[in-house]
């Protein structure tokens, strides 16, 4: 197998542990719901997104209708839009076959590894993808069938497995360069205050964009380090 | 098996798949300028920031101080060159401990 696919796979396990909790989480919660696990896991292998995967369920169980949930996915899901640009304006000479294949698994974990850790190969992104694919849908089968053999307080601490593979993940890259890590404060403040107002699926996305928009106009050093 | 609500969750994939794939079609025929690439390849580092605050706060929502030593944890550890897998380990093993005794 292509050693750029195992390179992005391996990358990827730190933050696969990011992606289990939310697999269990969802798929305990999916069957007190009132899902069947076939539908829990269906709908884990065709929309990979947990927190919009999460606010169905909490939009079912009030009694939503159907158009509601969908543009309700919709938009918390729209960030992923920017991603992929961000993604594929570097593999302008991969195949649409294999791009619009590659972009299915474009996910908030698998876009930090890949545009953090400085790859620019596209067995690199679909080796990071299967990983967590994988361990988002073993995730949700798992917590299906999970009643309580973990105890509470480990399926509680693990979700700080999400935030910790993000930051580990984006430290590396932005320390010893300090107006991109001004740029990140100044990011993640912006999305503090828009969220006092505004629900947290529209001001991470209102906030991504503008801060990048600001560091576009005030940033003068290129944001690409190559690596090679 | 509730028909209606594999549409539903047929619908749920087809939205979550068209902002992903979109620029993955359209991104041939788009001729980037200078700028355009620059704030491209600034949004990991503000998609970052934006995912990991404030939401890092409500990890539990009762204990924001749950989230914020965990996330302080790894800040510390990653900045003294711990792989990813090291600095995760950690702030789980540190929220067990705060669960556990706190």
Known sequence: ?228 | MNRSLITLILFMAIVTYIPRALPAVLVGRLKFSEKQKKFLSLIPYTAMAALIFPGILKVDESRPEIGLIGGFVAVILSMLRCPVIVCVGAAILINILLYSFF
């Open chain 1, 1 to 228: 197998m292509n050693k750029h696919f195992i390179y992005g796979f391996k990358a990827s396990l730190p933050a696969c542990m990011g992606v289990i909790p939310v697999g269990i989480s969802f798929g305990l919660l999916a069957i007190q719901t009132g899902l069947t696990a076939f539908e829990a896991c269906f709908m884990s292998a065709t929309v990979m997104a947990g927190s919009s995967q999460l606010l169905a369920l909490g939009l079912l169980q009030q009694g939503a209708g159907f158009p509601t949930i969908v543009l309700g996915t919709f938009f918390i899901n729209l960030r992923h839009l920017v991603m992929s640009a961000s993604v594929f304006h570097h593999l302008l000479n991969i195949p649409l076959v294999y791009r619009m294949l590659g972009a299915f698994g474009v996910c908030d974990e698998s876009f930090a590894v890949y545009s953090l850790s400085g790859q620019r190969s596209f067995q690199f992104l679909v080796g990071s993808n299967t990983a967590l694919y994988v361990s988002f849908l073993a995730s949700t089968i798992l917590g299906t069938v999970m009643t309580d053999f973990l105890p509470q307080v480990v399926i509680h601490s693990f979700n700080i497995a999400f935030y910790a593979a993000l930051i580990s993940l984006l430290i590396p890259a932005i320390k010893n360069r300090l107006p991109l890590m001004a740029l990140v404060l100044g990011t993640a403040i912006l999305n503090a205050l828009l969220q006092t107002f505004l629900p947290g699926s529209w001001s991470i996305l209102i906030a991504m964009v503008m801060g990048a928009f600001v560091g576009m106009i005030v940033i003068d050093e290129p944001a690409e380090k190559e690596r090679t």
